[in-house]
C-alpha cells in the first residue's frame, strides 16, 4: 500500500490503531430496513450475537448502526435510535475490538461514547449542529464521510464537474473543521461515501481514483460492500454480491484504504 506507508496511527478510544495495513469493519445494522437486507429488525439478543460472530469470523472492528441511510430510508427518532443502541453497546462492552457507531446526531454520539464505543461514524461528516461539540473532549476516531445531498434526495439526480476533486475538496474543509474544534488529526478517517449522491459512473472514478483522495496521510474507509454500483456491474441481486463485493474491496485495498466496512467478514479477509 505505497500510498499509506506513511500514515500515522490512528487513536481510536482506548485503542490505537497501527497505521499500516489493512482493517476489516463488520456492519452490523440493527435496523429493520437497512439498504442489503441484513437488518436485525431491533432485536438486541440477536444483534449482539451477530456482532460476536463477526468477531469470530476475523473482524477488527464493528459499526453498529441504528438508524438506515439508504436512499429513501425514513429518519428515526433520537429516543428510539438509543432504545436500539445503548442495550448492544452495553453488551458488546469489553469485546475486545473497538466499536463505531454509524450515527450523525449529537446527542446519539455523546451516549454512544459514554456507553464505549471508541469511534464515530458519521455519513454527514460532524455537519449538524452540535456534532463537532459532541466529539471534541473525547479521544474517539472520527470518520468523515462525503455525500451529496441527503438520503431522502440524494441519488435523484448527482451532478459534478470533477467528482474526485469535489470529494476531497469537501472533505478537507471538513478536515479543517474538525481541527478548529480541537480534534487531534489522528483521530480522523476520510470516506468518499460510495452510493451517497453519486451515479454508478461516479463510484467506479473514485474507486479508480481512490489514491488520490487521502491528503496528508489521513486514513481512508471504503465502504463497497453489496452497493447497488455492484449490483449495475455484475446485474446481481443484493443478496448475490459477495464476489463484487471482495472484489471491490481488493481493489479499494490496493488503493490504500486502511479500513474496508464490510457484510461478508471471513469472505474479505481470506481474499
Ligand atoms: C457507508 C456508511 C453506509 C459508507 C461509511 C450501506 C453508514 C449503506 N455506507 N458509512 N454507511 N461509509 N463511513 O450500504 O460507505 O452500508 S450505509
Redesign the pocket.
Known amino acids: 500500500m505505497p500510498s499509506q506507508s506513511s500514515a500515522a496511527m490512528l487513536q481510536c478510544g482506548g485503542f490505537r490503531l497501527p497505521g499500516a495495513g489493512t482493517l476489516v469493519m463488520a456492519?452490523v445494522n440493527l435496523t429493520a430496513d437497512?439498504?442489503?437486507g441484513d437488518g436485525l429488525a431491533g432485536d438486541p439478543v440477536r444483534a449482539v450475537a451477530y456482532a460476536r460472530r463477526q468477531i469470530e469470523a476475523g473482524a477488527d472492528l464493528l459499526?453498529i448502526?441504528a438508524e438506515s441511510?439508504?436512499p429513501g430510508a425514513v429518519p428515526v427518532s433520537v429516543d428510539e435510535e438509543l432504545r436500539l443502541l445503548l442495550p448492544v453497546l452495553d453488551a458488546l462492552a469489553g469485546c475486545g475490538v473497538p466499536i463505531s457507531v454509524?450515527t450523525y446526531k449529537p446527542r446519539v454520539m455523546r451516549a454512544a461514547l459514554a456507553h464505549g464505543a471508541s469511534m464515530i461514524?458519521d455519513?454527514y461528516a460532524l455537519r449538524m449542529p452540535g456534532a463537532l461539540a459532541a466529539v471534541a473532549d473525547s479521544d474517539c476516531a472520527i470518520?468523515l464521510?462525503h455525500m451529496q445531498g441527503d438520503p431522502s434526495s440524494m441519488q435523484k439526480n448527482p451532478v459534478y464537474s470533477d467528482v474526485l476533486d469535489e470529494v476531497r475538496c469537501f472533505l478537507r474543509e471538513r478536515v479543517a473543521a474538525a481541527s478548529e474544534a480541537g480534534i487531534a488529526r489522528e483521530r480522523l478517517l476520510l470516506?468518499p461515501?460510495?452510493?451517497?449522491g453519486k451515479t454508478v459512473q461516479h463510484n467506479l472514478e473514485l474507486l479508480r481514483r481512490l489514491e488520490q483522495l487521502s491528503m496528508e496521510g489521513l486514513p481512508v474507509?471504503?465502504?463497497?460492500?453489496?452497493?447497488s454500483m455492484l449490483g449495475a456491474v455484475t446485474a446481481r441481486s443484493v443478496e448475490d454480491r459477495v464476489a463484487g463485493s471482495i472484489a471491490a474491496a481488493l481493489l479499494a485495498a490496493q488503493r490504500g484504504a486502511r479500513i474496508l466496512?464490510v457484510h461478508d467478514v471471513a469472505q474479505t479477509r481470506d481474499a
Open positions: 456492519i437497512s439498504f442489503s459499526d448502526g441511510s439508504r454509524d461514524n455519513i470518520c464521510m470516506d461515501g460510495f452510493g451517497f474507509l471504503a465502504g463497497l460492500s453489496r452497493k466496512r
